[in-house]
Protein backbone atom coordinates (compact mmCIF):
# COMPACT_ATOMS: atom_id res chain seq x y z
CA UNK A 1 0.00 0.00 0.00
CA UNK A 2 1.59 3.61 -0.81
CA UNK A 3 0.78 6.39 1.29
CA UNK A 4 1.15 9.93 0.58
CA UNK A 5 3.84 11.10 2.52
CA UNK A 6 1.49 13.07 4.52
CA UNK A 7 -0.03 10.11 5.78
CA UNK A 8 0.33 6.92 7.93
CA UNK A 9 -0.73 3.88 8.20
CA UNK A 10 -3.27 4.62 10.93
CA UNK A 11 -4.60 7.60 9.30
CA UNK A 12 -4.80 6.03 5.58
CA UNK A 13 -8.19 4.39 5.95
CA UNK A 14 -9.90 8.23 7.12
CA UNK A 15 -10.33 10.99 4.72
CA UNK A 16 -8.62 14.15 5.59
CA UNK A 17 -11.13 16.41 3.79
CA UNK A 18 -14.12 14.49 6.19
CA UNK A 19 -16.45 17.66 7.01
CA UNK A 20 -18.69 15.86 9.02
CA UNK A 21 -16.27 14.72 11.47
CA UNK A 22 -15.48 18.17 13.27
CA UNK A 23 -19.33 18.90 13.53
CA UNK A 24 -19.49 15.47 15.24
CA UNK A 25 -16.95 16.51 17.67
CA UNK A 26 -17.97 20.21 17.99
CA UNK A 27 -21.48 18.54 19.26
CA UNK A 28 -19.74 16.39 21.72
CA UNK A 29 -17.65 18.95 22.80
CA UNK A 30 -20.25 21.21 23.62
CA UNK A 31 -22.08 18.35 25.61
CA UNK A 32 -18.65 17.01 27.54
CA UNK A 33 -18.70 21.14 28.79
CA UNK A 34 -22.18 21.32 29.73
CA UNK A 35 -21.82 18.31 31.84
CA UNK A 36 -18.84 19.05 33.08
CA UNK A 37 -20.62 21.91 34.50
CA UNK A 38 -23.40 20.87 35.99
CA UNK A 39 -21.69 18.39 37.66
CA UNK A 40 -19.02 20.77 39.17
CA UNK A 41 -21.97 22.91 40.20
CA UNK A 42 -23.69 19.99 41.65
CA UNK A 43 -20.63 18.55 43.69
CA UNK A 44 -19.38 21.98 44.67
CA UNK A 45 -23.08 23.17 46.08
CA UNK A 46 -25.09 19.86 47.03
CA UNK A 47 -27.19 21.77 48.61
CA UNK A 48 -28.58 24.71 46.50
CA UNK A 49 -32.29 25.28 45.81
CA UNK A 50 -31.77 24.14 41.94
CA UNK A 51 -35.46 24.76 40.97
CA UNK A 52 -35.49 28.42 42.50
CA UNK A 53 -32.21 29.11 40.48
CA UNK A 54 -33.32 28.01 37.20
CA UNK A 55 -36.56 29.73 37.04
CA UNK A 56 -34.71 33.07 38.52
CA UNK A 57 -32.04 32.04 34.91
CA UNK A 58 -35.16 31.60 32.74
CA UNK A 59 -36.65 35.19 34.00
CA UNK A 60 -33.44 36.89 33.36
CA UNK A 61 -33.09 34.91 30.43
CA UNK A 62 -36.57 36.82 29.42
CA UNK A 63 -38.68 33.56 29.32
CA UNK A 64 -41.64 32.54 31.22
CA UNK A 65 -40.78 30.07 33.82
CA UNK A 66 -44.41 28.78 34.05
CA UNK A 67 -44.01 27.28 29.97
CA UNK A 68 -44.50 23.98 29.62
CA UNK A 69 -40.96 22.93 29.18
CA UNK A 70 -39.35 24.86 31.53
CA UNK A 71 -41.74 24.26 34.34
CA UNK A 72 -41.33 20.26 34.09
CA UNK A 73 -37.41 20.96 34.35
CA UNK A 74 -38.35 22.97 37.37
CA UNK A 75 -40.49 20.02 38.64
CA UNK A 76 -37.88 17.16 37.92
CA UNK A 77 -35.06 19.44 39.42
CA UNK A 78 -37.08 19.93 42.90
CA UNK A 79 -37.66 16.12 43.04
CA UNK A 80 -33.93 15.68 43.45
CA UNK A 81 -33.27 15.24 47.33
CA UNK A 82 -30.07 17.17 48.40
CA UNK A 83 -28.30 13.93 49.57
CA UNK A 84 -28.82 12.67 45.62
CA UNK A 85 -26.73 15.97 44.18
CA UNK A 86 -23.20 14.16 44.93
CA UNK A 87 -24.22 11.11 43.12
CA UNK A 88 -25.76 12.96 39.91
CA UNK A 89 -22.81 15.52 40.12
CA UNK A 90 -20.75 12.68 39.55
CA UNK A 91 -22.10 10.66 37.23
CA UNK A 92 -22.21 14.19 35.28
CA UNK A 93 -18.82 14.55 35.33
CA UNK A 94 -17.90 10.91 34.49
CA UNK A 95 -20.74 11.49 31.33
CA UNK A 96 -19.09 14.98 30.55
CA UNK A 97 -15.07 13.13 30.36
CA UNK A 98 -16.57 10.51 28.23
CA UNK A 99 -18.12 13.22 26.00
CA UNK A 100 -14.63 15.25 25.98
CA UNK A 101 -12.75 11.86 25.29
CA UNK A 102 -14.98 11.38 22.51
CA UNK A 103 -14.58 15.09 20.67
CA UNK A 104 -10.87 14.55 21.26
CA UNK A 105 -10.78 11.21 19.58
CA UNK A 106 -12.84 12.69 17.08
CA UNK A 107 -11.29 16.14 16.25
CA UNK A 108 -7.94 14.22 15.95
CA UNK A 109 -9.63 10.94 13.75
CA UNK A 110 -8.47 8.38 15.78
CA UNK A 111 -10.41 5.14 14.91
CA UNK A 112 -10.27 4.35 18.88
CA UNK A 113 -12.03 8.03 18.61
CA UNK A 114 -15.13 7.08 16.18
CA UNK A 115 -15.50 3.46 18.30
CA UNK A 116 -15.46 4.86 21.60
CA UNK A 117 -18.72 7.17 20.18
CA UNK A 118 -20.22 4.26 18.42
CA UNK A 119 -20.42 1.97 21.50
CA UNK A 120 -20.97 4.63 24.07
CA UNK A 121 -24.02 6.36 21.92
CA UNK A 122 -25.35 2.90 21.16
CA UNK A 123 -25.57 1.70 24.66
CA UNK A 124 -27.64 4.84 25.18
CA UNK A 125 -30.42 4.04 22.93
CA UNK A 126 -32.09 2.02 25.09
CA UNK A 127 -32.71 4.66 27.56
CA UNK A 128 -33.82 7.04 25.12
CA UNK A 129 -36.15 5.44 23.24
CA UNK A 130 -37.51 4.31 26.85
CA UNK A 131 -37.93 7.89 27.39
CA UNK A 132 -40.10 8.79 24.42
CA UNK A 133 -42.73 6.23 25.52
CA UNK A 134 -43.22 7.97 28.57
CA UNK A 135 -43.22 11.49 26.86
CA UNK A 136 -42.16 12.32 23.57
CA UNK A 137 -41.00 15.55 22.76
CA UNK A 138 -39.61 17.55 19.97
CA UNK A 139 -36.25 17.71 21.82
CA UNK A 140 -35.57 14.17 22.94
CA UNK A 141 -36.77 13.03 18.77
CA UNK A 142 -34.43 15.25 17.72
CA UNK A 143 -31.74 13.72 20.39
CA UNK A 144 -32.57 10.25 18.73
CA UNK A 145 -32.56 10.91 15.59
CA UNK A 146 -29.04 13.22 15.94
CA UNK A 147 -27.95 10.06 17.78
CA UNK A 148 -28.82 7.23 15.47
CA UNK A 149 -27.79 9.34 12.48
CA UNK A 150 -23.92 9.63 14.14
CA UNK A 151 -23.65 5.98 14.74
CA UNK A 152 -25.21 5.18 11.33
CA UNK A 153 -22.35 7.79 9.87
CA UNK A 154 -19.66 6.77 12.22
CA UNK A 155 -20.47 3.01 11.26
CA UNK A 156 -20.32 3.90 7.57
CA UNK A 157 -16.96 5.29 7.62
CA UNK A 158 -15.21 2.42 9.61
CA UNK A 159 -16.58 0.48 7.62
CA UNK A 160 -15.34 1.65 4.56
CA UNK A 161 -12.19 2.52 6.23
CA UNK A 162 -11.52 -1.49 6.88
CA UNK A 163 -11.81 -2.40 3.44
Same mark, same amino acid.
Given at each position: ??L????T?S?A??????R??????A?????? =?V????? !??? &?????AN?? $?D @??HL? %????LD?? #??W??? @?I?? &?S? !?????????G??A !?G???? #?G? #????? +?K????G???????T /???F !?P %??W???? $?? /? +?????AVV =???????Y???????A /?R
Amino acid at each position: MTLAPHMTPSSAPTTSHDRLLPWIAAERTFRA =VVLLAVG !IAL &VTHPHANWA $SD @IAHLA %EHLGLDPK #ENWIQR @IIDD &VSK !IHTNQDLLFGLVA !IGYGVL #EGA #EAYGL +FKRRRWGEWLTVVAT /SLLF !IP %EVWELTK $SA /S +FLKVGAVV =VNVAVVAYLLWRLRRA /SR
